[in-house]
């Protein structure tokens, strides 16, 4: 029996062109899905882009950093020196304030004077209904026990400053506010008076800006004149 390649050499012949179409259909529908998702990758891209460049997405990305810290007014020494005068001068003044309130983070004592500038704010509510949800952040803040920011204050004090809670009045936190002050101005505010910070400002200079390490000197070509070394050269 003869071979059927040979009677119908076009079987062969068809067979290849199928196989080989079918490679390049193969192919072509590779190509079409990869091809048709560029574009939408890059409308990825360009809407990423975007993003970017705007200026909300930045906000938080160097919290922190100095450069994007808000800089402090800057104090003459003579408004130092009248912080000097008395406690009651320097927490009048905002920039006073603020000076000492940092300087109480060092000494990790802040609690103190946010407890003070809370009851000042409690003082300035308007109606009596500010007076209740205020005078209950107050007392579950800095004055009931094992509160996150405590401050000490007698036992006498704090009984008499609780009993007032539920029904607050403008003066509920006056006892306590009073010790409170006191505490830091025999306490706090003389070592204030003495830290390198404040004595900075009065003498006129930066207080923000840090203190350089000494570094080796650097030798210069005038320094070795007139000098013989100590070794010999071979």
């Known amino acids: 029996m003869e071979n059927p390649l040979l009677l119908f ?9 199928d196989k080989s179409y079918y490679k390049v259909m193969k192919s072509t529908i590779k190509d079409e899905p990869h091809k048709a998702s560029k574009p939408g990758s890059k409308q990825k891209r360009n809407r990423l882009s975007l ?33 000097g005068e008395s406690f009651d001068k320097l927490l009048s003044e905002k920039a006073g304030l603020d000076a000492f309130t940092k300087f109480l983070k060092t000494e990790f004592s802040e609690e103190n004077i946010e407890f003070w500038i809370a009851c000042e704010d409690y003082k300035r509510s308007k109606t009596s209904h500010e007076l209740l949800p205020k005078a209950k952040t107050i007392y579950e803040t800095f004055i009931q026990k094992d509160a996150p920011k405590e401050v000490n204050l007698d036992f006498h004090t704090k009984e008499v400053t609780s009993q007032h809670i539920e ?12 010790t409170v002050y006191r505490l830091m101005e025999q306490d706090s505010y003389p070592r204030f008076l003495r830290s390198d910070p404040y004595l900075n400002l009065v003498k006129g200079r930066n207080p923000n800006r840090p203190t350089l390490r000494r570094r080796s000197r650097s030798f210069t070509v005038n320094d070795f004149q007139g000098v013989r070394p100590a070794f010999t050269v071979w």
């Open 167 to 178: 029904q607050p009045l403008i003066t509920t936190f006056d006892a306590a506010q009073n």
């Open 51 to 83: 993003l970017l460049q705007k200026p909300e997405f930045h906000e938080g990305d160097h919290l922190g950093k100095p450069g994007n810290l808000t800089k402090p007014a800057s104090v003459s020494p003579e408004e130092a020196v009248k912080w």
């Open 9 to 17: 050499p076009q079987l062969n012949i068809s067979a290849s062109k």
